[in-house]
């Protein structure tokens, strides 16, 4: 402490004071500063210690406890419902139906047919073929080929630049009102008279050939029926509409044309011509020719004729009786029951850990330093402060 307080002094005295080594300014010359004071002062640079506290950052590991969840697997029984079907059995009277067959005589009238034969003479035509030679003669056309020299004249045009005054249209868009004519459909209802098919109705008769008795439908009839159409009738309607009109002017504009000059060339080619020369051809040719021949035959047909008989038939007749039966039958009941099941479940705990952590913390060092310090070395009372003397 007393190192520091001669250090301050000093400073106060003389100005200022760097702390570097190497060179202390002053800011007064060597002389004494009093002015009262005739002799010239010296001042000597003595070293002193001074010390200084510097802090440092220093690395330690700590251990720091640290809370982290584990998940851990427990079993746990639990129940479910299971639907089981059991059968009760129950008995009841039920009334069953049984069928007999019974035979029954029955006398009925029966058509018999009776064939018989019979022989006709027909007359029947035979066709019989005959191949007969026939000419047939045709003309063939034989193509000749001649090689002929053949003037072909060819046109060329040449392209030659001209102007010309062209007349082009411009468009010019007017609104102009016109009258339209359309037609409109307009419903109309009318009564027309309409032609209708009505049979009527039929009748049975009896068919001696068959046995049976056979529908025979009634005649049909045509009726006048009255009948509503509706028809759409064209109605002409006049309309005012806007049109754009557009009008093309004239006006006379140069342009430059390109003309092709007709130039006539002529060159001699080889051609290939046909000319179709006529021959007769004669083919014999053979063709099949029909006749028809008569033939009488003998042939037989059956005749059948219709002869009645009585008849005793035994029909078969079904007759249902009711008898008491006693049924036992089994009736589904649905039960639950409980089936223990094990599962496994995952429960969280907390679980404590000693982690090790960096940590830096600054430390306080002091170090010693030496600084050289300016002393007056004038033993004047008035020059030399008190500093001076506290040694």
């Not at 982290?68 to 059995?89: A, P």
């Not at 053949?150 to 060329?156: A, H, P, S, T």
């Not at 056979?214 to 009948?227: A, N």
Request: hydrophobic share 35%.
């Amino acid at each position: 402490m007393r190192a520091k307080r001669q250090l301050v002094l000093t400073i106060l005295h003389f100005g200022f004071v760097s702390l570097d080594v190497g060179a202390i300014p002053v800011r007064a010359s060597d002389h004494c500063c009093n002015a009262c004071c005739h002799q010239d002062c010296k001042v000597e640079y003595v070293e002193k210690t001074v010390c200084e506290t510097v802090w440092d950052r220093q690395e330690t590991t700590k251990m720091r406890t640290v809370c982290e969840v584990v998940c851990e697997e427990k079993e746990v029984t639990c129940y479910k419902g299971v639907k089981e079907i059991q059968y009760q059995e129950k008995k009841c009277k039920v009334k069953k139906p049984v069928w007999e067959t019974i035979e029954e005589k029955v006398t009925c009238t029966v058509h018999k047919p009776v064939w018989e034969t019979r022989t006709r003479e027909v007359v029947v035509f035979k066709p019989v073929w005959e191949t007969i030679e026939k000419e047939c003669r045709y003309t063939v056309c034989k193509p000749v080929w001649e090689t002929v020299m053949k003037e072909c004249k060819k046109v060329v045009c040449k392209p030659v630049k001209k102007t010309i005054m062209k007349t082009v249209c411009k468009p010019v868009t007017e609104i102009v009102e016109k009258e339209i004519t359309c037609t409109e459909f307009k419903k109309v209802e009318e009564t027309l008279m309409v032609t209708k098919y009505v049979r009527e109705p039929g009748t049975c008769v009896f068919d001696p050939c068959t046995c049976r008795y056979v529908y025979c439908p009634g005649e049909v009839k045509k009726i006048q029926v009255p009948c509503k159409v509706t028809k759409c009738v064209p109605v002409t309607v006049t309309k005012k509409v806007q049109s754009k009109v557009t009008r093309y002017v004239k006006e006379q504009v140069p342009v430059e044309v390109t003309c092709y000059e007709p130039q006539l060339l002529i060159e001699k080619v080889p051609v290939k011509v046909c000319r179709m020369v006529k021959e007769e051809v004669v083919k014999k040719i053979p063709v099949k020719v029909c006749k028809w021949v008569e033939e009488v035959r003998q042939e037989e047909y059956k005749v059948c004729r219709m002869v009645k008989e009585t008849v005793v038939k035994k029909v078969p007749k079904r007759v249902c009786r009711w008898v008491e039966e006693e049924v036992t039958y089994k009736v589904p009941v649905c039960l639950v029951k409980k089936v223990p099941y094990t599962v496994t479940v995952k429960v969280p705990k907390v679980v404590k850990k000693q982690v090790p952590v960096k940590v830096v913390r600054c430390v306080p060092k002091v170090i010693e330093k030496k600084i050289k310090v300016p002393v007056c070395t004038c033993k004047c009372v008035c020059c030399v402060p008190k500093y001076c003397y506290d040694d």
